[in-house]
C-alpha cells in the first residue's frame, strides 16, 4: 500500500446533517519543483425562495391595451380579482425543516395582514357608498317635494315647465352629441318638447364624483415609501424575502393607530382644552413638594416656581409644612384635606354603649395592704388554694388576677398586689382598674408605711373599701385601735358613724370569710356595676412575661366586650392576634366576656403592665397603631431634654461615679419594681445607670451588653440559657441571681458603696507653738515646741502654718524632751522636735497634730 493520501480509502457517502448554501471541498496544487499544496475551497451557492403566490420563472401576463376613449360617465370598472397562480415548483435547493417552518410563518402572516387590509379597504368603499346613496336619496326627495309643490299650485302650467329640466338634463347628460343635434335640427325642437311634456320625465342621478378607491393611489404611496428615509434603512422579513421592491404592506399595529386617529378626527371634532380636575387632596403635617405634586397631578416644576414666587427656594425632594402646602393646594384650584400622624388613634379609644345594651357584670376587687399582713392568705382562703407556700420569701412579688363563685352563684374577680414598698406601681395600677378596694390590716401590728400608702392610692383612685382586719385569732390582736387609727387618715368605719365597711377575719382560721364575700355583693348591687358584652374588647394589662416555650404572655383583665380567639388587638406599642386564652384555673377558653381575667398568647412583644388593649378590624390597622405608637415613644425616649449653661457647666464640674447594671426579670411588673428601687437608691457621688431592662431569660446578646461595660447582670427569678453561660464565664461577667428584692437591693447597694473611695475623717490632737528653731544634724532643724492644747506623739501627722495660712504638711519624725528621746508630750510642756521633709520653719509658727481614719462609705 502506498503511505500516500491519495491511496487511504474513503467512505462512500457523506454523514447526514442539515444542508447549506456552502459547500467545502480541496483542491491540490502542484508545483514544478515536485512540492504539492492541499487548498481548501468553499462553494457557495446563492439562496433561491419564491414569493408567496407566485410561480419560479414565471412571466407576467401581458396588459391588455388600454381603450383610448374612456367612459363619459361611470368610474373604470374594478378590475376582476386574478385567478390563483399555480402552485410554486420547489426550489432546486431543499430547504431544512426550520426554514420551511419560517417560511410557512411568513407567508400565515403576508395573508393575514393582506385579508386584513382587503377588509378595511370594503369596510371604506361601503361606508362612501353608503354615503352617496343617502345623498342621492335627500336630493331626489327634495326634487319630488318641489315639483309636488308646484304641481299644486297650477296645475295647467306645471306641464310645461316640467319639460324644460327634462330637456335641459338631455344635454347635461351627454353634452358632446347634443350640440350638432341642436344645429342640424332646429325646427324639431318644437315637437320634441311637446313629446317630452306629454310623457313622464325620466328618472335622472344626481352626478356625484365617484369615491376614490385606494388601489390606484397604491403605488404612488409606495413611491412614498421608497423616498422616506426614516424608514428606508429598515430590513423586515416581508423585504427580505421578496425578489422584487415592491413597498412593503402596512402592519396591524400601524393600522390600529390610523383607525384610532380617524376615529378620533371624526367624532371628538376639534381638540378643545379639558376641564381641570378638581381633586381632594390628602396633606400630612409635613410633605415634599414631589410627592405633593403627585397627589395633586400637577407637574413638580409648577409647584417649584410658584413657592418660588413666594420667597422659598426649595427642590422637588425638600418638604414642607402643612401651612406652605395649604397655599399651594388653594393656587392651584384644588381642596385640601389636613391629615396628622396622630389620625390612626382615631376610634381606639372606643364608643360610649347605649343605655339598652348594658349588662350587670362581676366587681373586680383588688386586695391591698402592707407586707406580711395576710393578704395572699386570704385570698387563698376565699379561694380554697395555697398560692402563699409557692412565692419566694413567702411574701408575693407580682400581682395576681383570679376569679371565684360564691355561694349564689355570683362572680368575684379579685387582683392580689404586692405588699413590699417597691411595688408601688402595681399597687396604683390594681386600684385604677379595680371596682372595690379590700384593706388588708393585720390586728396585732396596726397600721404601717406601705398601708397608709394603699389608703392614699384607694382615695386617689375614687373607689370605695372595705378593711378587713386579719389575724384576728391572735391573743395579742386588738381591731379597735386598728380602728382608730383609721381615724387619723379620714377612714371611718361604720361603727364609728361612717360609711366605711369592716369586717374582722382570720385566713388561717377561716372564719369571717363569708361575711367578707356578702359585704363585696353588697357594694357591688350599690355601685350598679354594667357592661356590654356584645362588642369588640377593651382591656387593661394587668401582668406581662416572656414565657419560654409560649413566647409573649400578658395578663389581661376584659373591661367591656367579649374577647374572643382569633381577635386582632392592639397593646400599647405591641399588636398580636388572640391564638390561645388561659384562665385563672389553667383552663382553655374560648370567649372571655366583662370583668374576666385571662392570659392573652399570641403578641408580637412584651407590653408594659397597665397598658390598655383594643381590639381592631384586621390586622394592618393594628400594625399601623403600633408602628405609631413606637415611633412615639422612641421619640420621646430619645429627645433631649432643654437645659441651660447652669446645668451644663454643673454637669461637667461633678464627678459622679455610674454604676451600671443589666437586669433581666420574669414578668414586666417586677422588672418594673426592681429598675425603680434600683434608681431611688442613687446619691449625689454613684448612681445607678440600667443599661438595659427586659422579660425573660437572659440570652448572649444580655451578657455582650453587660460585658461592653463590665456590668454585672441580675437575673430575678430567670436563668441564663447554655450559650449564654458559656459568653459569660469567657468574658468573666458577674451573673447574680435573686428571688427576693430585698437581698437584690441590700447586695447592690453593698457594691456601690464599695466603688466609692473610703471616708477619711481627721480628728485634731494637739496644737503646739515654734519658741525657737536649732539646727540638727547637716541638712535638718528642730524646733523647740511649747504643747498648748493636747498631746503630742511621734509619728503623728502634722500642719506647719504661718499666720494661719499652711506652709507644709509633714510628720513628727522624732520627739525629745530634755535630751531623753520620749513617745508623747503632753500641753504646758516644752521640747523638741524634727519635722520630716521640711526645714521652713520660723519662730512664731503654730504645729497642728491630727489623726486619720478611713471609713467604708455606706449608702
Known sequence: MSDSKEDKPVLGRKPLGIKRTVESGQVQQQFSHGRKNTVVVEVKRRRILGKPGEATGAQPAATPQADPTPAP??????????????????PTTMLSRKELQEKLLREAEEARMTALEEARRREEAERQAASEEEKRRAEENRQAAAAEAVREADPVEAEQPAAAPA????????????????TAQPDAAAPAASATAA????RRFTPVTPAKRPEPAKPERAKRGDDNRRQSGKLTVTRALSDDDSARARSLAALKRAREKERRSHFGGSSQPREKQVRDVVVPESITVQELANRMAEKGADLVKSLFKMGMAVTLNQPIDQDTAELLVEEFGHRI??????????????????????????PVVTIMGHVDHGKTSLL?????????????????????????????????TFLDTPGHEAFSEMRARGANVTDIVILVVAADDGLMPQTIEAINHTKAAGVPMIVAINKCDKPDANPQRIRERLLEHEVVVEDMGGETQDVEVSALKKTGLDTLLDKILLQSELLELVANADRDAEGTVVEAQLD????????????RGTLKVGDTFVIGAESGKVRAMINDKGQQVKVAGPSTPVEVLGLSGVPLAGDQMTVVENEARAREVAAYRQEQATRKRTTAAPTSFEHMFSALNTQVIEYPLVVKGDVQGSVEAIVSSLNRISTDEIKVRILHSGVGAITESDVTLAAASRAPLIGFNVRPNAKARQLAE????????????????????????????????????????????????????????????????????ARLTREDVIVSRTNIASLRRFKDDVSEVRAGMECGAVLQDTNDIKPGDMLELFEVEERQRTL
Not at 167 to 182: L, N
Open 73 to 90: 360617465s361611470a368610474p373604470p370598472p374594478r378590475p376582476a380579482p386574478p385567478a390563483p397562480a399555480p402552485r410554486p415548483a420547489a
Open 167 to 182: 330637456a335641459e338634463e338631455a344635454p347635461a347628460a351627454a353634452p358632446t352629441e347634443a350640440a350638432p343635434t341642436e
Open 199 to 202: 310623457a313622464p320625465p325620466p
Open 337 to 362: 384635606q389636613r391629615v396628622s400622624e396622630a389620625d390612626v388613634e382615631i376610634g381606639m379609644s372606643g364608643e360610649p354603649d347605649a343605655p339598652e345594651t348594658l349588662k350587670a357584670r362581676p
Open 380 to 412: 387563698d382562703a376565699l379561694r380554697g388554694t395555697n398560692v402563699v407556700s409557692g412565692e419566694s420569701g413567702g411574701i408575693t412579688q407580682h400581682i395576681g388576677a383570679y376569679q371565684i363563685k360564691a355561694k349564689n352563684g355570683d362572680l368575684i
Open 548 to 559: 419560654k416555650g409560649r413566647g409573649a404572655v400578658a395578663t389581661v383583665l376584659v373591661r
Open 730 to 797: 469567657r468574658e468573666k461577667i458577674s451573673l447574680r441571681y435573686y428571688d427576693v428584692i430585698y437581698d437584690l437591693l441590700e447586695e447592690v447597694r453593698g457594691e456601690m458603696a464599695g466603688q466609692l473611695a473610703p471616708e477619711r475623717i481627721e480628728t485634731v490632737v494637739g496644737r503646739a507653738e515654734v519658741l525657737q528653731v536649732f539646727p540638727a544634724g547637716k541638712k535638718d532643724k528642730a524646733a523647740g515646741l511649747l504643747v498648748l492644747d493636747g498631746i503630742i506623739r511621734k509619728g503623728l501627722a
